[in-house]
């Protein structure tokens, strides 16, 4: 009876093992893809704070004596719909509020649609920035969140401001914030035309000038050390009749106008789930300059004059402000501590969450289904061997 009962326990602890091993497979191969998603109950608030530096009256872009600080809250909201979300597909509302007391008080509401798995944005009639009106393509770009398993490599996120991406690259070296391990990225983007739907959003608060009379550019030019009305002068012996034409309808008609954005800043960002648990050194730089196809025939007209000083200077001025703006105004602005402090506890739960998920049930279930195997073998070893010698 004894061998008997042996036998069989040593039977069904075998099978046990290999039905523990199984679901280990099984729950790593199905139960991880299904469990580990972005959740549709996400329902953060986080706050920034920093100043907003303003560099020219912005109704007429003249330039100010000394910049002008104002100071700077932002509220971010940033909430999961799950009534319009889905198995595959999360649908994510953003709301900014930004503070700057005796200059604006404004809210600003995007809409993301992102993979649940790959954290990616994914093309989605429903995603918008700015305005449901201005849908957008983000795909399949980051932002929000950067990846599951995030890795110390180059990753593209996606800026509402300039309706594209840019490279969030990472800084060589392991830190920690608010207790949490994180790897922390950087950006250092030249400025970049602004989209038509940001400038529209500025325009609600402050006056962006679409275009201005040559008179108004004046002071601003001058303070990047270009005179037109001197270099017309230069030029006045030399200019053919065809550029003299063509330089007078550019003096003389308003100047159209772009605007530009340049920005910098830290992100650190948990691996495990890809949240961003703080932003910090955050500049934002709007500027202004003649539109291109302005500065580009003036520059035309110029080149065909390499016997005067003034025009050849002009022209290397006018191109050097193409890559560096007429500053307007810059926002500057952190994370607050408490909101790194407060995100970083909710970013620990998610991560001891996904843990929980990937790594300790399917190592559990391993390591059990093994242990069966193990005992079972053995007992059957045992038993043959005990048999052997009766």
Same mark, same amino acid.
């Given at each position: 009876?004894?061998?008997?009962?042996?036998?069989?326990? &040593?039977?069904?602890?075998?099978?046990?093992?290999?039905?523990?091993?199984?679901?280990?497979?099984?729950?790593?191969?199905?139960?991880?893809?299904?469990?580990?998603?972005?959740?549709?109950?996400?329902?953060?608030?986080?706050?920034?704070?920093?100043? =907003?530096?303003?560099?020219?009256?912005?109704?007429?872009?003249?330039?100010?004596?000394?910049?002008?600080?104002?100071?700077?809250?932002?509220?971010?909201?940033?909430?999961?719909?799950?009534?319009?979300?889905?198995?595959?597909?999360?649908?994510?509302?953003?709301?900014?509020?930004?503070?700057?007391?005796?200059?604006?008080?404004?809210?600003?509401?995007?809409?993301?649609?992102?993979?649940?798995?790959?954290?990616?944005?994914?093309?989605?009639?429903?995603?918008?920035?700015?305005?449901?009106?201005? +849908?957008?393509?983000?795909?399949?770009?980051?932002?929000?969140?950067?990846?599951?398993?995030?890795?110390?490599?180059?990753?593209?996120?996606?800026?509402?401001?300039?309706?594209?991406?840019?490279?969030?690259?990472?800084?060589?070296?392991?830190?920690? =914030?608010?207790?949490?391990?994180?790897?922390?990225?950087?950006?250092?983007?030249?400025?970049?035309?602004?989209?038509?739907?940001?400038?529209?959003?500025?325009?609600?608060?402050?006056?962006?000038? #679409?275009?201005? $009379?040559?008179?108004?550019?004046?002071?601003?030019?001058?303070?990047?050390?270009?005179?037109?009305?001197?270099?017309?002068? &230069?030029?006045?012996? #030399?200019? #053919?009749?065809?550029?003299?034409?063509?330089?007078?309808?550019?003096?003389?008609? $308003?100047?159209?106008?772009?605007?530009?954005?340049? /920005?910098?800043?830290?992100?650190?960002?948990?691996?495990?789930?890809?949240?961003?648990?703080?932003?910090?050194?955050?500049?934002?730089?709007?500027?202004?300059?003649? &539109?291109?196809? +302005?500065?580009?025939?003036?520059?035309?007209?110029?080149?065909?004059?390499?016997?005067?000083?003034?025009?050849?200077?002009?022209?290397?001025?006018?191109?050097?402000?193409?890559?560096?703006?007429? &500053?307007? /105004?810059?926002?500057?602005?952190?994370?607050?501590?408490?909101?790194?402090?407060?995100?970083?506890?909710?970013?620990?739960?998610?991560?001891?969450?996904?843990?929980?998920?990937?790594?300790?049930?399917?190592?559990?279930?391993?390591?059990?289904?093994?242990?069966?195997?193990?005992?079972?073998?053995?007992?059957?070893?045992?038993?043959?061997?005990?048999?052997?010698?009766?």
């Amino acid at each position: 009876m004894g061998g008997s009962t042996a036998r069989r326990v &040593a039977f069904w602890s075998t099978v046990v093992g290999v039905v523990l091993v199984v679901a280990s497979m099984v729950w790593t191969a199905a139960a991880i893809p299904a469990l580990v998603r972005f959740p549709t109950d996400l329902d953060r608030t986080l706050t920034y704070e920093g100043v =907003v530096r303003v560099h020219v009256d912005p109704t007429t872009l003249a330039p100010l004596s000394e910049p002008v600080d104002y100071p700077l809250t932002i509220e971010r909201h940033v909430q999961s719909v799950a009534s319009d979300s889905s198995t595959d597909r999360v649908v994510v509302d953003e709301s900014l509020r930004l503070v700057a007391a005796g200059l604006f008080d404004t809210t600003q509401t995007n809409r993301y649609v992102m993979d649940r798995r790959s954290m990616e944005n994914v093309a989605d009639d429903r995603a918008y920035a700015f305005t449901d009106a201005n +849908v957008v393509d983000r795909s399949p770009a980051f932002r929000l969140t950067f990846p599951l398993s995030t890795d110390a490599e180059t990753h593209t996120v996606y800026k509402n401001e300039i309706a594209t991406t840019y490279e969030a690259t990472p800084i060589a070296g392991s830190t920690s =914030v608010a207790g949490l391990s994180v790897i922390e990225f950087e950006v250092d983007q030249a400025p970049v035309p602004i989209s038509p739907a940001y400038q529209e959003a500025l325009g609600a608060v402050v006056e962006l000038p #679409s275009a201005v $009379p040559v008179a108004t550019l004046e002071p601003l030019l001058a303070a990047q050390g270009i005179d037109l009305v001197a270099t017309q002068t &230069a030029l006045l012996a #030399s200019l #053919s009749p065809e550029d003299t034409s063509a330089l007078l309808a550019i003096l003389e008609a $308003p100047v159209p106008i772009e605007y530009v954005e340049g /920005f910098s800043g830290a992100d650190a960002v948990e691996p495990t789930t890809g949240a961003i648990v703080e932003v910090s050194n955050v500049v934002e730089s709007v500027g202004a300059r003649p &539109a291109p196809e +302005v500065t580009a025939e003036l520059v035309e007209i110029l080149s065909h004059y390499p016997n005067v000083p003034l025009a050849v200077e002009t022209s290397e001025k006018l191109q050097a402000l193409a890559a560096e703006p007429i &500053a307007v /105004f810059e926002n500057r602005f952190s994370q607050t501590e408490a909101s790194v402090v407060d995100t970083a506890a909710q970013v620990a739960d998610d991560r001891d969450q996904i843990d929980l998920v990937s790594d300790t049930v399917p190592g559990v279930l391993l390591a059990l289904g093994i242990a069966g195997l193990f005992g079972g073998g053995l007992g059957l070893l045992l038993d043959r061997r005990r048999r052997r010698r009766v």
